[in-house]
């Protein structure tokens, strides 16, 4: 195996054991911030636990999706299961919405008449929440630059989270102090703000892959202009680039060479190119000479 699958390897099994330890910590506040919830009657608890539940399934997700997508490709799954992590990435991000507009209504028709909230005990199930988000942040940390989408998520995911815990805290502090029981619905109205906020660009991101965008860093004029420019190559089209998932990039095109009998020059000259300077890990290049351009098997989009 290459040094390159070597490091990938270690990374999913890095990012595995991040995962399911950051989504123990999750499960049991969970359970702590919900029954805490319901004891003291509080919108912004619950809405904070409701975020926390969404953190159990994406975690939970994210770290079997990690697991599947390592599974070998097979001659019904040519390109083996990288895709699991962007489906589960997708479905958690609609979910949070769907959570958010729902965290939205009950604050809403709590403006109205807020109802009376023991304070003080959703102050202290807050700050245990917010000790079990801190945890969660840690274990999750590291180089998110080069994270997967699905890790990337979750820590979002635990992110807002953390602010949530924060605001009910704020919350608990001015209905104590003050006795105006609409500072829980006010929180209410800013967690589901946050948690829409990211889960919008979960699920852009998440479509982005499915729909096989273009990767974001990428230029599509610059990579063409990058495989004109090997020796020997007249011109480049019918050029496609697009993700297996995140960070996995893939490229297949038709390149028009002065003579087929530097075919192999010009495909390892231009595959060197495109994985240096364009990050692109795999690519399917059909060769032609001019007089071909044209005749060849080519699918019109």
């Known amino acids: ?22 989504f123990l910590v999750i499960l049991v506040f969970f359970l702590v911030e919900l029954a805490g919830g319901i004891y003291t009657n509080s919108l912004a608890l619950l809405a904070d636990a409701g975020h926390m539940f969404t953190d159990v399934l994406a975690l939970g997700a994210a770290f079997t999706a990690t697991r599947i997508s390592k599974w070998s490709s097979d001659e019904s799954v040519t390109y083996g299961y990288y895709r699991s992590e962007i489906i589960v990435a997708f479905l958690n991000g609609i979910t949070l919405v769907l959570i958010s507009l729902y965290i939205f209504y009950e604050a809403y028709t709590r403006l109205a008449s807020p109802p009376e909230v023991k304070s003080g005990a959703m102050m202290l199930v807050a700050v245990v929440g917010l000790a079990a988000n801190l945890v969660a942040l840690k274990l999750l940390s590291g180089n998110h630059a080069h994270a997967s989408l699905n890790l990337r998520a979750a820590f979002l995911h635990v992110v807002g989270d953390t602010l949530g815990s924060v605001g009910a805290i704020a919350a608990g502090a001015v209905m104590l102090t003050t006795g105006n029981y609409l500072a829980d619905p006010a929180v209410g109205f800013l967690i589901g703000g946050i948690i829409l906020f990211g889960s919008t660009r979960v699920v852009r991101d998440a479509l982005d892959v499915l729909l096989q965008s273009v990767p974001k860093h990428v230029d599509v004029e610059e990579v063409k202009e990058a495989m004109e420019s090997v020796e020997g190559v007249v011109e480049v089209h019918d050029l496609h680039v697009w993700s297996l998932k995140e ?15 530097i075919s192999n020059d010009v495909l390892a000259e231009m595959c060197g190119v495109l994985q240096r300077d364009f990050d692109v890990e795999h690519t399917t290049l059909q060769m032609e000479d001019p007089g071909m351009v044209g005749r060849l098997c080519r699918c019109e989009l």
């Open 1 to 22: 195996m290459a040094t390159g699958a070597h490091a990938h390897a270690r990374d999913g099994d890095a990012t595995e054991r991040r995962l399911f330890r950051a």
């Open 247 to 261: 960070g996995l990039n893939v490229l297949s095109s038709h390149v028009v060479v002065e003579d087929l009998s």
